[in-house]
T-cell receptor, first 119, second 113 residues
Framework: DTGVSQNPRHKITKRGQNVTFRCDPI?????LYWYRQTLGQGPEFLTY????????KSRLLSDRFSAERPKGSFSTLEIQRTEQGDSAMYLC?????????????????FGPGTRLTVL | QKEVEQDPGPLSVPEGAIVSLNCTYS??????FMWYRQYSRKGPELLMY????GNKEDGRFTAQVDKSSKYISLFIRDSQPSDSATYLC?????????????FGQGTRLTINP
């Protein structure tokens, strides 16, 4: 399967614990995005990487959230001191390099998500 | 007020019906307009995108954008039970070297055989 993969698919944790999710983008996709989707809502943008550089962060990304993409390939999203309000589906997407000097279509290919439940 | 408004439904129609899904938006800076389909426990998958006012057709699907009214629609002809899913409209805003997607709430659609 050459699509975006995310692990784990499900995570149940107790309030106050730290959790880490992993995203493996489609090979050769240099742009990677994290979104959060709560029940009955559309996904909300969290952050964006171009290669290893984190270029955009949403106000939704509090100090307890940190994302990395150390080698420009896979990415991790860590939530420290989880709260019940963090319960959601965390989606990762990737897109291929854009054309220099042009506005890219930027089709984003989503992974299956990691469903987090905080008890 | 949300930047993108979408009726969450649910919407239930018989097989073969024409389905109309709609979104309104408030941000004139949106560049691209997309429709994603999301099956239960799956990530969203892109159905259609457009960047200008007018219609775009792809098989049984037609996407319509009216920038003057800030209104987009997705029409599904000859609907099939396999079309049952949540449909998300999405609009993009340019960020450094990419586009950030702003989604509507999603409309849950059921096609009854």
């Amino acid at each position: 399967d050459t699509g975006v993969s995310q692990n784990p698919r499900h995570k149940i944790t107790k309030r106050g614990q730290n959790v880490t999710f992993r995203c493996d983008p489609i090979s050769e996709h240099n742009r990677l995005y994290w979104y959060r989707q709560t029940l009955g809502q559309g996904p909300e943008f969290l952050t964006y990487f171009q290669n290893e550089a984190q270029l955009e962060k949403s106000r939704l990304l509090s100090d307890r959230f940190s994302a990395e993409r150390p080698k420009g390939s896979f990415s991790t999203l860590e939530i420290q001191r989880t709260e019940q309000g963090d319960s959601a589906m965390y989606l990762c997407a990737s897109s291929p390099p854009g054309l220099a000097g042009a506005t890219p279509t930027d089709t984003q290919y989503f992974g299956p998500g990691t469903r987090l439940t905080v008890l | 007020q949300k930047e993108v408004e979408q009726d969450p439904g649910p919407l239930s129609v018989p097989e073969g019906a024409i389905v109309s899904l709609n979104c309104t938006y408030s941000n004139s800076a949106f560049q691209y307009f997309m429709w994603y389909r999301q099956y239960s426990r799956k990530g969203p998958e892109l159905l259609m995108y457009t960047y200008s006012s007018g219609n775009k057709e792809d098989g049984r699907f037609t996407a319509q954008v009216d920038k003057s009214s800030k209104y987009i629609s997705l029409f599904i002809r000859d609907s099939q039970p396999s079309d049952s899913a949540t449909y998300l409209c999405a609009m993009s805003v340019r960020i450094q070297g990419a586009q950030k997607l702003v989604f509507g709430q999603g409309t849950r659609l059921t096609i009854n055989p």
